[in-house]
């Protein structure tokens, strides 16, 4: 679906809720939301995983989840009386209750090789329009060769904090890999300390990087401040910029990397936090 189309359809549906006074749950938009990715996934792959079993390993084998194959899978003689419901793909995800699998099976399909790229495009397009109309607190990035979802916070902050980020922190791939971890379990239950650990360690890859040294992130504060003095950035600047950077290690040490005692509620501070430090030193490469 287009993207101006997508648009004109979320605010036709809006209105007809308005209008009617129709107040839809969260429950209702997740709900609408999976049905979506089911219709884009019958529209653009059904045929393509139902056809070809070898698709249907590759997405079980990423996802982790065993599958028992069926007999004379889409032979020429029984291909005409199969349908879209009888893949064993299309069974997970319209079976899932779990939203975070659902995501995971969407992500999956991907990080698909054997999946043609135009269709999976075609599916991606779809499923970003879905988000929009089904109105879903999710953000979506997609990437050339994957698409990475997280819990949408300020859209703002999302775009400029996260979204950008992921652009140019691919120039740093192990910095990158942390920092997209992060993203990935930023709503799980018992992840919190995982969460924050991977940004502390995204930064300070980036910056073991950019400075060419091998410093713990609370042993370059030296590098970090001939870098601001550098790159001419105000004293003021430089020494909130310090400053913020100091607490940033001491809230890491004594909340996650030597301990385990993070507040559920400050995680998305420091996520835009660690956002608001990579985003700085990257205007200045």
Do not use: C
């Amino acid at each position: 679906m287009a993207k101006n189309n997508s648009n004109e359809v979320d605010i036709k549906l809006k209105g007809f809720y308005k209008r009617w006074k129709i107040d839809i749950s969260e429950d209702e938009k997740w709900q609408e939301f999976k049905n979506r990715v089911l219709n884009a996934y019958e529209k653009h792959l059904g045929y393509e995983f139902l056809s070809k079993s070898e698709i249907e390993d590759e997405f079980y084998e990423i996802i982790g989840v065993h599958r028992t194959k069926t007999s004379g899978y889409m032979s020429f003689d029984n291909m005409f009386d199969k349908t879209i419901g009888d893949s064993s793909t299309y069974q997970f995800l319209k079976h899932q209750d779990n939203l975070k699998k659902i995501l995971l099976g969407i992500e999956a399909i991907s990080w698909m090789k054997k999946v043609p790229i135009a269709k999976k495009k075609k599916f991606i397009s779809d499923i970003e329009d879905s988000i929009q109309i089904s109105s879903v607190p999710l953000q979506i990035k997609i990437n050339e060769d994957e698409i990475i979802f997280y819990p949408l916070g300020a859209k703002l902050l999302d775009k400029k904090l996260v979204d950008d980020n992921l652009d140019w922190l691919q120039e740093y791939p192990k910095s990158y890999e942390l920092f997209k971890k992060s993203l990935h379990e930023i709503d799980v239950i018992g992840k919190e300390r995982n969460v924050v650990d991977n940004l502390r360690l995204s930064l300070e890859l980036l910056l073991k990087e950019k400075f060419n040294n091998q410093k713990s992130l609370e042993n370059q504060k030296n590098s970090l401040g001939n870098y601001l003095k550098e790159n001419n950035v105000s004293n003021e600047v430089s020494n909130l910029f310090i400053t913020v950077t100091d607490y940033y290690n001491k809230f890491q040490n004594n909340n996650a990397k030597h301990s385990d005692n993070v507040n559920r509620n400050e995680i998305e501070f420091i996520l835009y936090l660690t956002g608001i430090i990579m985003r700085f030193l990257n205007y200045h490469k």
